[in-house]
């Protein structure tokens, strides 16, 4: 109860009975859900765009490393046979 902030501590601090605390717990539940929901959402697609820019750069330099040098050396074989 010490991360709430002043003014959900002051609503709890007048409640009166349980049922009053079980009330004002399930309102800050809800609001704290809706708020961590809504950040999530503002987030979630720059974390999309920020995977689909690591894979180009991950395609390019496999890329880099598996077909240019097949292809360079087959590039040279065929010179050095056509000599």
Do not use: C, H, W
């Amino acid at each position: 109860m010490t991360r709430l902030p002043p003014t959900d501590r002051a609503a709890l601090a007048f409640a009166l009975d349980k049922k009053d605390v079980a009330q004002t717990l399930d309102i800050l539940a809800s609001t704290t859900r809706d708020i961590y929901t809504s950040r999530v959402e503002n987030v979630g697609p720059a974390l999309n765009i920020a995977a689909a820019v690591a894979m180009g750069l991950s395609s390019v330099i496999m890329f880099g490393l598996t077909v240019l040098p097949m292809l360079q050396l087959s590039s040279s074989l065929s010179q050095s046979l056509s000599q």
